[in-house]
């Protein structure tokens, strides 16, 4: 009878291919394990890092930084006691860090110019006076030249202000690094109009 049985030396070589193979094995487990847990220390990096550069936006947001200055744009077209109210209440609460500029769009009321021009004598906001009406967007146009280099804010002249609005606009702007625009809510401002939908709400406490 023959014996088809292996040598010694055939079984070692095969254990030693079999140790190898599991060698291998191990091996490609371990790099993929490396390889996750440098996915996950980059992930945790960026993390970091996104919560720096937002900790770091925020605290010059609070410091009044003078690279965020805003200068708050309002357009005037008529309306003498909307456009009082509104000039008033933005000037009672404006920040340090904010600056008011009011154009007068031509404005068909000859009271309303008068106010303003004898208004802006006592100082509180910059005022300019287009010599024809050029419409809403070409009157903020003329606004934003003033200043390229500053963060803007549009306030209508029927709108009134009141306590920090403006300092929560701007940490919002600055809470996240895209953020190019901020449009708040208001008790009457068509589609920004809270809780209602394009409806004239009853204000309410905070």
């Known amino acids: 009878m023959r014996n088809f049985g292996m040598g010694d030396e055939a079984s070692s070589i095969i254990e030693n291919g079999i140790s190898?193979?599991?060698?291998?094995?191990?091996?490609?487990v371990m790099r993929e394990k490396v390889q996750q847990l440098s996915a996950d220390l980059a992930g945790k990096n960026n993390y970091i890092s996104e919560l720096e550069e937002k900790i770091n936006m925020l605290e010059k947001v609070l410091e009044g930084n003078s690279e965020h200055i805003v200068d708050v744009i309002v357009p005037v077209y008529a309306g003498l006691q909307e456009t009082q109210e509104c000039i008033e209440s933005a000037l009672s609460t404006l920040p340090h860090w904010a600056d008011l500029v009011?154009?007068?769009?031509?404005?068909?009321?000859p009271?309303?110019?008068?106010?303003l021009r004898e208004r802006s004598k006592t100082g509180g906001f910059t005022l300019l006076e287009n010599k024809e009406n050029l419409g809403f967007?070409?009157?903020?146009?003329?606004?934003?030249?003033?200043?390229?280099e500053r963060d803007i804010l549009l306030l209508n002249s029927d709108v009134e202000v009141a306590n920090d609005w403006l300092e929560r606009i701007r940490e919002a702007a600055y809470s996240r690094p895209r953020v190019?625009?901020?449009?708040?809510?208001?008790?009457?401002?068509?589609?920004?109009?809270?809780?209602?939908?394009?409806?004239?709400?009853?204000?309410?406490?905070?």
């Not at 009011?102 to 009321?109: G, H, R």
């Open 180 to 206: 190019g625009s901020i449009t708040p809510f208001s008790n009457n401002a068509t589609i920004c109009s809270f809780p209602r939908f394009c409806e004239d709400n009853e204000l309410f406490m905070e």
């Open 137 to 148: 967007v070409a009157t903020v146009n003329r606004g934003m030249k003033l200043n390229p």
């Open 102 to 109: 009011v154009i007068n769009d031509a404005s068909p009321e």
């Open 111 to 115: 009271e309303l110019t008068q106010w």
């Open 20 to 28: 190898e193979r599991s060698s291998e094995k191990e091996s490609s």
